[in-house]
């Protein structure tokens, strides 16, 4: 990997230098170098920067990664303001300028607590983009605006909702979301992307189930990849447990970890490329742990070189053996985990920001680049 100039380590040179011979003789003969007499070549073009930022108008929180592969560098920005009105933007880097642009925005009742594009590599499904606040939206993107295409509500009984917390889109089967909430439920979404309407696609979701997955809030959920990558998830909780289900088999459910100190368990994230490993972190914890499915409740470690607490974990998309976690000391920080399970005493590379950082992003579709918010900011570093 190549690492930026930002991180704190030296960088491995990627390039080499041909140096011109003018003349090679072999013996009585003689050749001239065939490069020279080439016209000169335009010169080469500007080497790609390091890391690129993006300011936006109000106080950032949510943020993701566009995974289509016809949008190269386009991501998602939730705001947090402290009152109903607020906004989704959606911004594109222009690799000839390198400059962000917003590329439209949006209303949004309250701060999203959560930001996902489908996870759809191929670009096969419409253009879709879910956000979870009051409710679980559903979003169709276009080039200059997006447009609401269903929202999803389990509980038409009664004039309040319950807050959703955190919500995860399956990515074999794009048809499934999972939502987690402060009323000790998850939620698992059926999307149907119907029959065709003139030239657009109707999008509606319908409840597949439902069920009391923690005994108090729970705070985030995410589908594993083991047994096929459809079935099975993981929630966690202010009740300090990990919990993992089985949509074939809802009647249990096995508990992964419980905080020593029942301390609430606010994100899970798993390995994308070995399901055996995930990690999760608690409520002003300076340490992310990390869980081996195969051996519950011990974590096989503990990464604990912040030094405030943390705010976000991503797992490499492409590795098995690396993960970066993000805290409110600024810091953005890589690890390399493979020689677990002896302890993992220091990260590889240590990333610092202008402020606390309150997200992370590895992106999916570019494994060389990382996204972080702070304040009102957006960087995308390259790793």
Known sequence: MRFPIQFQKKRRTDCFTVHCVKTIRFGSYTLNCAMCALPTAAPPPAKRKEIYKYEAPWTLYSMNWSIRPDKRFRLALGSFV??????????????????????????????????MWIPDSKGVFPDLLATSGDYLRVWRVSDTEARLECLLNNNKNSDFCAPLTSFDWNEVDPNLLGTSSIDTTCTIWGLETGQMMGRVNLVSGHVKTQLIAHDKEVYDIAFSRAGGGRDMFASVGADGSVRMFDLRHLEHSTIIYEDPQHQPLLRLSWNKQDPNYLSTM????????????????????????????????????????????????????????????????????????????????WSATHPDWIAICYNNCLEILRV
Request: a negative charge; proline letters at 6%.
């Open 282 to 361: 608690a409520m002003d914890a300076m340490e992310v742990i990390i869980l081996d499915v195969r051996v519950p409740c011990t974590p096989v470690a503990r990464l604990n070189n912040h030094r405030a607490c943390v705010n976000g974990i991503a797992w490499a998309p492409h590795s098995s053996c690396h993960i970066c976690t993000a805290a409110d000391d600024h810091q953005a920080l890589i690890w390399d985990i493979q020689q677990m399970p002896r302890a993992i005493e220091d990260p590889i590379l240590a990333y610092t920001a202008a402020g606390e950082i309150n997200q992370i992003q």
């Open 82 to 115: 402290e009152e109903y009105n607020n906004k989704v933007q959606i911004v594109s880097l222009d690799e000839e300028t390198s400059e962000f642009t917003a590329k439209s925005t949006f209303d949004h009742p309250y701060p999203t607590t959560k930001i």
